[in-house]
Nanobody
Framework: QVQLVESGGGLVQAGASLRLSCAAS????????VGWFRQPPGKEREFVAG????????DYADSVKGRFTMSRDNAERTVNLLMNNLKPEDTAVYYC??????????????????WGQGTQATVSS
């Protein structure tokens, strides 16, 4: 049974940092690209960041470039999202997802095969 479990969300003030983690089990983790998505209140889910299966390539939404950094540790079967200089508009439920397809990092949530349950990050002004 595949499981992706996010952790690290919370309530912080604007300008602070949070580090989200996603722990994977039940899949050949090193074979999957992984993405972080978020769903702000009342809005559609959107791509935040992605990392290739080997960690060599990353991609970020324009809204988070320069503030968020994604990394992975295939030996530990984890991915992390370090979020710096958080803004109130970063408030959302954050999800990690795994994509078995080879090739470039995908930004469409329909491309991803497995999803975590999400973790809430709230940024107050």
């Amino acid at each position: 049974q595949v499981q992706l479990v996010e952790s690290g969300g919370g309530l912080v003030q604007a300008g602070a940092s949070l580090r989200l983690s996603c722990a994977a089990s039940g899949l050949t983790f090193g074979a999957y690209h992984v993405g972080w998505f978020r769903q702000p209140p009342g809005k559609e889910r959107e791509f935040v960041a992605g990392i290739s299966w080997n960690g060599r390539y990353t991609d970020y939404a324009d809204s988070v470039k320069g503030r968020f950094t994604m990394s992975r540790d295939n030996a530990e079967r984890t991915v992390n999202l370090l979020m710096n200089n958080l803004k109130p508009e970063d408030t959302a439920v954050y999800y990690c997802a795994a994509d078995a397809t080879s090739g470039s990092i995908r930004k469409s949530d329909s491309s991803y095969d497995y999803w975590g349950q999400g973790t809430q990050a709230t940024v107050s002004s």
